[in-house]
């Protein structure tokens, strides 16, 4: 391929015009994101973030941006090179097809259905790419093709060679850290607007009718985004706020550590009486809120059940330092310490690490005389 034929993929031209222009777009803002410190091979989820990747706790808390601003990110240069190859071959075939201002309603609206799709069915997953609007176009490909604008000998050519691609896809996306449901949500609603532009094809003349049907079905798949989104669980948004809260009240809680050294023991009971334990318990209370919230994810589930085992054991710690104190004995530092111990491989366990079940759950025993 000669270096004009190569350049010839990114020039506007009659029946190549919104192809191109996409695939600039694309590229500029992955140039854009490699200078701001983004991974070539694999960008930072922060830095994903920060551009606009679609993400359901930002999404649903009134940055509906993201819907749209995703599907024109990718997460590395390959992510980049592969969605930008499929793009440059369903747009050279499908643009000039439906005319540049159907592709690019279609490009959009496909996109977005991705991006509602996946908001709906992904809870922790951070979702960018053009894959969502790309499945969209080769739906509403496959679409026309199935319809009597060809003939059958070259509709189970074409149809053969787009199940492939799609199903091949598919499969692949199945994958960890590939969103899938993005590809099935623009896929379908893809197939649903290519039916809808066989009127023009097959009966130009009558394209007051066809707009009429046309713009039905845009509105009644805009509609069903704003219905979904609007309806969409954003439970993992009052857990971090209710998390937030048991931050504050382990600060203060934990504050009693941070005593003077020289501290009397009467200013130390003092502390965990009026400071330490009543935060501990408000702590509880807020872990008990989050138990509450329904379509939380499993993994945020069994966080919340470890912090509860985590914050139980902070309050048995400070009721035996009470106890101390109170009986001016160091009988129960044994047991203080089996408990700090066991707190010491909770947070490990909390922060990702493999702690055996066993550990956790271990019961203190009070040592034989």
């Given at each position: ?199 023009f094809l097959a009966k130009p003349y009558n394209n007051s009718r066809n707009d009429i049907i046309f713009y039905g079905v ?152």
């Amino acid at each position: 391929m000669n270096k004009s034929n190569f350049l010839s993929f990114f020039i506007p031209r009659r029946g190549y015009f919104i192809t191109p222009i996409t695939i600039g777009i694309c590229i500029v803002i992955f140039i854009l994101m490699t200078l701001s410190g983004a991974h070539i091979i694999n960008s930072d989820t922060q830095i994903l973030l920060n551009w606009g990747a679609n993400f359901k706790p930002l999404t649903l808390d009134g940055e509906y941006w993201r819907l749209f601003t995703s599907f024109f990110l990718h997460i590395g240069i390959i992510h980049l090179l592969f969605n930008m190859y499929a793009l440059f071959y369903i747009g050279s075939i499908l643009e000039p097809l439906i005319g540049r201002k159907h592709f690019t309603i279609a490009f959009l609206l496909t996109g977005l259905l991705g991006s509602v799709v996946s908001l709906w069915w992904n809870d922790l997953v951070v979702s960018a790419g053009a894959s969502g609007a790309i499945f969209g176009l080769y739906g509403v490909y496959i679409a026309l093709i199935t319809t009597n604008l060809v003939t059958k000998q070259v509709r189970k050519k074409l149809l053969g060679s787009m199940a492939f691609f799609v199903g091949f896809n598919l499969l692949y996306g199945m994958q960890a850290g590939i969103d899938n449901a993005a590809h099935i949500g623009g896929l379908l609603s893809g197939t649903i607007l290519g039916f809808t532009f066989y009127p023009f094809l097959a009966k130009p003349y009558n394209n007051s009718r066809n707009d009429i049907i046309f713009y039905g079905v845009v509105s009644l798949l805009l509609a069903l985004s704003y219905f979904t989104v609007t309806n969409s669980d954003n439970g993992i948004k009052y857990y971090d706020q209710i998390m937030s809260k048991f931050g504050e009240y382990e600060e203060k809680a934990m504050a009693v550590y941070e005593l003077p050294e020289n501290s009397t023991d009467e200013f130390f009971l003092e502390k965990i009486e009026k400071d330490g334990l009543p935060n501990w318990f408000l702590a509880q209370e807020t872990l008990t809120a989050i138990d509450s919230l329904e379509n939380l994810p499993k993994v945020l589930k069994e966080r919340v059940d470890l912090l509860e085992i985590y914050t139980g054991l902070r309050i048995k710690i400070f009721e035996l330092i009470k106890l101390s104190i109170i009986n001016e004995t160091k009988e129960y530092n044994d047991e203080i310490a089996f408990h700090n111990k066991k707190i010491n491989l909770l947070v490990q366990k909390i922060q990702g690490n493999n702690i055996a079940d066993s550990l956790i759950n271990e019961e203190y025993k009070i040592p034989s005389n």
